[in-house]
């Protein structure tokens, strides 16, 4: 069994709530499972609950099908690659127009971003292809976004109360961005349908990412203030390197409390054993208490199927009543909102009955340990046991990538004890209460419970607006979403500027895959701009998009006839 156990370090953090998936091609998970390869592939495939959740909220809300459909993005980037497992790989990172040398399409439905949150910092890291840190220190792209050294560490943003504030704030910059394409629309008087239908979908894409938070919020092992903060400079210790020790022994621990058969079930040893993990599974004594009193039981990952009926009801209140609204705010360019499902309520769903769930004493007790029936007999391995209080430094050493000295050990299997054993004390006394998961557990290791941090994380999305020529997070989604932000690049955009494409795009000197990638900027760009005629004489009856956006935009006038675009590539491209 230890041997299974330490098998632990080769999987990916156990704090995780409903499943996310990536692959490579049907069947083929992605490999490695984290960083740029992520990135550049699709996030379908079996146990993507996340997804599932999100379509099942489309469904339930009346939005149109049409919002489920693949949606194919067209980035110009450099010519440079990133290195993923070894080999070198094209850049998915958009670049300046006047640096365009690739052209890449990147294809997703919105509701696969309902599981960005587990692959990606935010919006912006995932635009960028997973090719940094955002964690600002340097550390290698693939390691960065590896869940058990890094991201896992400080997703407590994924446990209550902190994923109230993340999804307040992902579900306000929906709102906004929704607000945005209302006015796209007016401007545009009907034409330039896609150019609405872009920026829906960018509004659509936060706040898929932001009902992660909620749905982690009414995932069972998640209703709790575990320990920590989604900022690594909050925990304790003199380093950086004492900070990732304590920040990986906390993430541990919350995710074994939460449930760890998302791991261990899919070990090659331990696939006759059912780990059915206390915080996740359906256990009669595992149930939260909500804000206006009401006691129910639920079930976490990999039980998304049998979510409890008031668990579900609850849930799915919230989450249409959020999808509803930005959805109301936008042109509905992409279809009239239809009927809600019959039963839903409207609410707030950044309120407190959407985030103010707890679990009860009982149900935190009941996860402090490896659930799991062995030839039909259930056995529990309590954490402060001395083999698993000795195996999760040794997990956090191979998998969480920290040397966990000796000195922290000891503090570990300390504290371990200490919240163990009082735990069960207060469980005992009050097993329906949830002081526990109230911030009751105290500290571990001198990381204080989530709700004592700021609910703010130093990686997330910048405020709006996002202009192309903005700060490096800014400019990358204003540069991936271009055809979203049509208006800022028609501010931006000046005619010397397209003067200077078009002379790329002719450039003989330049690859033949570089001056095509030119080619279709300096044509993407241009049509934009272009007026049929002279500045004399134009067709006033075929206006360039621009022209609808801007007081002032620069001017292309090109004589006819001809579509606009084709026009464009005749001047752009040789």
């Not at 997703?108 to 955002?134: I, K, M, N, R």
């Not at 058990?148 to 997703?155: D, L, W």
């Not at 903005?470 to 397209?498: I, N, V, Y």
């Not at 570089?514 to 006033?540: I, K, M, N, Q, Y």
């Amino acid at each position: 069994m230890r041997a299974a156990l330490l098998a632990l370090a080769l999987g990916p953090s156990l704090a995780l709530a409903w499943d996310s998936v990536c692959f490579e091609r049907p069947g083929r998970a992605c490999t490695p499972f984290a960083g740029p390869q992520t990135a550049r592939n699709r996030w379908v495939g079996p146990s993507d609950e996340h997804r599932q959740l999100f379509e099942q909220t489309r469904e339930k809300a009346g939005l149109p099908f049409s919002v489920s459909a693949e949606q194919t993005l067209t980035v110009f980037t450099s010519a440079g690659t990133v290195d993923i497992g070894g080999r070198p790989a094209f850049t998915l990172q958009p670049s300046a127009l006047d640096e365009v040398a690739r052209v890449r399409r990147r294809t997703f439905t919105v509701a696969e971003l309902s599981q960005l949150p587990d692959f990606s910092y935010a919006l912006w890291d995932w635009a960028s292809g997973h090719e940094t840190c955002p964690l600002g220190d340097g550390t290698d792209a693939t390691l960065c976004h590896d869940f058990a050294s890094h991201m896992g560490p400080v997703n407590s943003n994924h446990f209550v109360p902190q994923a109230q504030g993340a999804y307040r704030r992902a579900h306000a910059l929906a709102l906004a961005r929704a607000a945005d394409c209302r006015r796209l629309s007016e401007s545009l008087a009907g034409r330039f349908g896609e150019v609405t239908r872009a920026c829906e979908v960018e509004a659509l894409a936060l706040e898929a990412m932001g009902q992660h938070f909620l749905q982690d919020a009414w995932s069972m092992g998640h209703m709790w203030e575990r320990w920590g903060s989604a900022n690594l400079d909050d925990f304790p210790g003199a380093t950086v390197e004492e900070k990732r020790d304590r920040a990986v022994l906390t993430a541990l621990v919350a995710g074994f409390i939460h449930g760890a058969r998302g791991v261990l079930q899919a070990l090659p040893t331990w696939t006759t054993y059912d780990v059915n993990d206390a915080m996740c599974a359906p256990w009669d004594d595992v149930r939260f208490v909500a804000k206006d009193g009401v006691t129910s039981q639920a079930v976490g990952d990999l039980y998304v199927t049998q979510l409890t009926p008031e668990q579900s009801r609850r849930f799915f209140d919230c989450a249409t009543s959020g999808l509803v609204e930005v959805y109301r705010a936008t042109a509905q360019a992409h279809g009239p909102l239809g009927t809600p499902a019959p039963g839903l309520s409207s609410i707030d769903p950044t309120g407190e009955a959407c985030f103010g769930q707890r679990a009860t004493n009982e149900a935190i007790v009941r996860g402090m340990a490896i659930q799991l029936k062995v030839v039909g007999v259930q056995t529990a391995i309590p954490l402060d046991a001395r083999f698993a209080s000795w195996m999760v430094p040794q997990v956090a050493r191979q998998s969480g990538k920290v040397p966990v000295p000796n000195k922290t050990k000891n503090a570990f299997r300390l504290s371990l004890e200490r919240v163990a054993t009082m735990a069960r004390f207060v469980a005992k006394d009050a097993p329906t209460g949830t002081s526990l998961a109230e911030g009751g557990l105290g500290d571990f290791l001198g990381v204080l419970p989530n709700g004592r941090y700021a609910t703010s994380a130093a990686y997330e999305d910048p405020p709006l607006p996002w202009a192309p020529t903005g700060s490096f997070r800014a400019a990358t989604l204003a540069r991936t979403f271009h055809l979203s932000h049509a208006k800022d690049w028609c501010e931006a955009t000046t005619l010397p500027q397209l003067e200077a494409l078009r002379g790329r795009a002719r450039d003989a000197t330049l690859d033949p895959e570089t001056r095509a990638a030119a080619c279709e900027a300096c044509t993407e760009f241009t049509a934009r701009h272009l007026r049929v005629g002279t500045t004399a004489s134009w067709d006033t009856t075929s206006e360039p998009l621009c022209q609808s956006l801007v007081p002032t935009p620069a001017y292309v006038y090109l004589p006819g006839p001809g579509a606009p675009r084709a026009l464009a590539r005749t001047w752009c491209c040789p």
